[in-house]
């Protein structure tokens, strides 16, 4: 049985492949609510940025790992709505080491931008 999540997804999916050959595949998943939220089948991601023009969803292996073993490159048509950046991950689960890192207009005078 799918997840909600799952059968309301539309467009392309985000992939990213570890080294070790690992495919991972995130899904359009829902804006709401906010963080990293567990379902039976997966996690939704989503964080919130106004002026984000490129957010890209970093999973990492364990809490001391230098670098991400998977980005995804969330797409701003899929994985946007209004000023909300998201992705379902199937087969995530809870205590996942995840980040984010956005791109978008730097402005240090008018301060914080994203």
Known sequence: MRSTLEREHVGRS?????GRGDKITALAGK????????YRDGVNF???????QRVE?????????R???HTLELDPVQNRTYHYWHA??????A????GYKVDGPYS??????L
């Open 14 to 18: 985000a992939e990213s492949e570890s």
């Open 31 to 38: 804006p709401s609510p906010l963080g990293a939220t567990v």
């Open 46 to 52: 989503s964080v919130f940025s106004k002026h984000a």
């Open 57 to 65: 969803l970093l999973l990492f292996d364990n809490q001391d790992s």
């Open 67 to 69: 670098q991400p073993s």
């Open 88 to 93: 379902f991950v199937p087969r995530t689960q």
């Open 95 to 98: 205590g996942q080491i995840y």
């Open 108 to 113: 240090p005078q008018l301060g914080p931008s």
